[in-house]
């Protein structure tokens, strides 16, 4: 089973995130992509408070149509800071594989600020996106010391353990979660930005008025 995990706020979920996780997933070859919204992302403020049975409903019904896209209440279940490390040990434990971890280079980039982040390398593949407006340093630049683990091999690079860190170039959708927030409380439209669904759930729920 090769298994994509797909960790977000989704606040809200929007095209861009289905469309790139489409692509990796061809890209890989996984077998499917689990969306995992947080509970509190330690790394950010959570916008409008949106709670997180909300966000997890707007993933669901943006992924319906796809047999491939799965949602995990994991991290809203567990409640607290949201560490992505305990949803990678829980998706060993569950799938008895080792992961693609999917992530924007914009998040990738932050990575050493990260709870546990030593072990993170020895638990999971990374596959990192492509994002407009966000740079692609160097490997050294971005993980520091433990760049040594890794060698260049096909992809991208591999560690002792055998896991990889691959670098996706993805369609370029300069689309935010935090511009359709925006736009929401202009009273603008996100008409094709987001799937219909979550459209109106939006609307329905006032979500960002
Ligand atoms: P916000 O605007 O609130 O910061 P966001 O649009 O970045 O939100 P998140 O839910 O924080 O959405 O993103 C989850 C993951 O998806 C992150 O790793 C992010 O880098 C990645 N991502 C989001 N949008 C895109 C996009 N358009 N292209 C590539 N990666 C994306």
Redesign the pocket.
């Known amino acids: 089973m090769m298994l994509g995990i ?6 809200p ?2 095209i ?2 289905l ?2 996780a489409e692509e990796v997933l061809q890209y890989l070859e996984l077998d499917k992509v689990v969306f995992v919204p947080s509970y509190l ?1 330690p790394h ?1 403020d959570l ?1 409008d408070n949106v709670r997180g049975d909300k966000r997890l409903e707007i993933v669901r019904l943006a992924i319906a149509e796809n047999p491939r896209f799965e949602v995990s209440p994991f991290e809203v279940d567990s409640r607290g800071n949201s560490y992505s490390i305990r949803t990678i040990e829980h998706i060993r434990e569950a799938c008895q594989t080792t992961p693609y971890f ?7 980039n932050d990575i050493l600020t990260w709870f546990e982040k030593d072990r993170l390398f020895d638990l999971t593949h990374f596959a990192v ?4 407006h ?1 740079l692609r340093p160097s490997l050294k630049d971005v993980i520091g010391p433990h760049a040594s683990r890794y060698r260049a091999a096909g992809r991208g690079y591999v560690n002792e353990c055998g896991n990889e860190i691959v670098f996706v170039d ?1 369609t ?10 925006e736009l929401c409380r202009e009273g603008k439209s996100i008409q094709y930005l987001v799937p219909t669904a979550v459209e109106h759930y939006i609307k329905n729920e006032r979500m960002y008025e």
């Open positions: 797909f960790g977000g706020t989704f606040n979920i929007h861009g995130h469309r790139v992302p950010k916008a999917i992530l924007g280079q914009d998040a990738f996106m492509s994002r407009p966000s993805v370029p959708l300069d689309i935010s979660s935090s511009r359709i927030r």
